[in-house]
């Protein structure tokens, strides 16, 4: 969409458009990129405890699970290393890869178990208390985020790389669960949005 108004904005009447545009499009740091991701997926949590419909439930987990498999990801393969490396604050480290661990086997067992099992509600509540407590540690005044800002880390290059690797894992689940060519979407964050809660929908279904 932007690039169809590019060559209007070239001229001195664009030069309004062109900050907006900049403003709109600027990439996000490691740390507002993490947050942001942290708000989402609480947003999704709350909307599940106040549902009453199983699909709307159902739906809701699906985009959680996918959420937390790519969030804990980027961070464990971009994000933590980089914070061990700049501050050796190995406590917080190895606090938040564990905690990620058991956030991980409790996500494989409401996938594996789908929203049928009696257990379901029970595993998502006990998966946003883990979740809470989790993201609290990261975000609290000298938790690991507040460390990372201290730090000497190039968060905007981290955070450029955490987006393209988040985008990447989206892809490969994109083409992991579409057989078919891949669309004239592919790329787009809303495409690859559904395409994660498409391979979570079907764990959930058991297929
Ligand atoms: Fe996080
Ligand atoms: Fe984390």
């Known amino acids: 969409m932007a690039r169809r108004k590019k060559t209007r904005s070239t001229t001195s009447r664009g030069k309004g458009a062109r900050t907006r545009r900049a403003t709109a499009k600027k990439p996000q740091d490691a740390i507002a990129l993490l947050k942001a991701d942290h708000r989402q997926v609480e947003g999704w ?3 599940f405890q106040s549902s009453r419909s199983a699909t709307r439930k159902r739906d809701l987990a699906t985009k959680i699970c996918a959420a937390l498999e790519a969030h804990t990801t980027i961070e464990e393969e971009i994000f933590y290393p980089a914070f061990l490396e700049a501050t050796e ?3 917080i480290h190895h606090e938040a890869e564990v905690e990620h661990d058991g956030a991980k086997k409790l996500i494989a067992e409401i996938e594996k178990a789908g929203p049928d099992d009696d257990y379901f509600d029970a595993r998502i509540s006990v998966l946003s208390e883990m979740i809470k407590h989790h993201v609290r540690e990261e975000e609290k005044r000298d938790g690991m985020l507040a460390k990372a800002r201290q730090a000497d880390m190039d968060l905007q290059a981290l955070g450029q790389q955490l987006a393209s690797r988040k985008a990447q ?4 689940a994109q ?4 057989e078919r060519p891949a669309q004239s979407r592919r790329g787009t964050s809303q495409g690859s949005e559904r395409a994660l809660q498409a391979r979570a929908t079907r764990r959930l279904r058991g297929e």
């Open 169 to 172: 894992l989206m892809g490969e």
């Open 89 to 91: 604050e190995k406590d």
């Open 45 to 47: 949590f709350e909307d």
């Open 175 to 178: 083409s992991e669960d579409d």
